[in-house]
């Protein structure tokens, strides 16, 4: 069966377990039908989707209930190794934002903690300080080492760290967010709007409801172009949770001339939530009339569901350029000009060499 066939059967079967858990015994069904190889490759994508926990549970309960004992014993291993992992990450995850709060270096966690009991395959931080003592706080308390850094790094200016004794890496975006760093009042939101999140016993910093969706809108609809079943997962929970004011989220949408990403990436959920479990999230009609498309474009290749660049991703792209010209920001509209090129590169780089690292 070729390779896209496969991944479509293992992300619906991902989406069966993380959004309609009374429908677990019809993953199951795929689970079972997998040798030991096909099963770690389902797991791997499980853990690229960052729904290890989340998927193998429901998993394991439905497993244990049908008899299917290997397929228990198998996620009964899996859970502890990746809660192991997770343990480990946390632990140093609080100990590093303690240590750049106490230097002076505000810090919010970003993403990573929107998936637990998951979590992501980096630890990512957002902080308002100078990287400059950033980088004297990673090196001096815990012997991190700086990595490599892509152009798109150096426009983002965003540093990532290896840190000794933690696997994954620690990524810190000083002062800008977006791809190409274009967005600066936009990012301040992020420290002074901060809310506390505890997990696992230990309190973190977190950006507000309203900051966790322009992040994943900034990072699915503007950068990557396509989701992971755990930002339909962490949405909808968000969404439930009631939490979300959505005239302060559009405030903050029009800082960044994203309101209709927000609205797109909203309604993505919406629609693929709607799919697996028969009723969607509630949003406002403003939402609804701002999404220019929905659930209807996206599809499922090479590992994830996927937006298309054209002409949707384009579309977005330029309403956002436009708008930065528009209110006269010239920094921003000036990096994001960079953008065209910079993508063309990676995608020339990877076709040649089958990396794009030091472009992207």
Request: proline letters at 4%.
């Amino acid at each position: 069966m070729p390779l896209v066939s496969r991944d479509k059967e293992h992300i619906y079967a991902l989406s069966l377990l993380t959004l309609n858990a009374d429908r677990a015994n019809e993953a199951l069904e795929h689970v079972a039908s997998l040798d030991e190889s096909e099963r770690e490759v389902f797991l791997r994508l499980a853990d690229s989707h960052h729904v290890v926990l989340r998927a193998l549970e429901p998993l394991q309960v439905a497993a244990q209930n049908s008899g299917f004992s290997a397929i228990s014993s198998w996620c009964l291993t899996e859970i502890e190794r990746e809660k192991a992992r997770i343990q480990n990450a946390v632990t140093h995850l609080r100990k590093i934002t303690t240590e750049l709060e106490a230097a002076g270096c505000p810090t919010t966690v970003m993403k990573s903690l929107d998936h637990w009991p998951d979590l992501g395959n980096d630890l990512d931080l957002y902080s308002t300080a100078d990287e400059k003592k950033i980088c004297e706080v990673m090196q001096t308390k815990f012997n991190a080492h700086i990595e490599e850094r892509s152009w798109g790094d150096r426009l983002a200016n965003k540093w990532n760290f290896a840190v000794p004794g933690l696997p994954e890496a620690v990524e810190v975006h000083a002062k800008r967010l977006g791809q190409t760093g274009e967005h600066t009042l936009l990012a301040q939101r992020f420290v002074k709007r901060r809310v506390t999140k505890s997990v696992g016993g230990l309190n973190f910093l977190v950006p507000a409801p309203e900051e966790r969706i322009i992040v994943a809108t900034l990072q699915r609809m503007y950068r990557h172009f396509y989701f992971r079943v755990c930002d339909i997962v962490n949405t909808r929970e968000l969404i439930e949770s009631g939490t979300v004011d959505f005239a302060e989220l559009q405030r903050a949408a029009d800082l960044g001339g994203i309101w209709r990403g927000v609205c797109a990436y909203l309604k993505i959920v919406n629609d693929y939530v709607k799919e697996f479990s028969g009723r969607g999230i509630s949003l406002p009609g403003s939402v609804l009339a701002g999404a220019p498309f929905g659930g209807e474009k996206v599809f499922v290749r090479a590992r994830f569901i996927r937006v298309p660049i054209m002409p949707q991703g384009a579309e977005l792209y330029y309403a956002q350029v436009t708008n930065a010209a528009f209110r006269g920001d010239m920094p921003a509209t000036f990096r994001l000009s960079l953008l065209p090129p910079l993508a063309s590169a990676a995608a020339i780089s990877y076709k040649l060499t089958g990396s794009d690292k030091g472009i992207w």
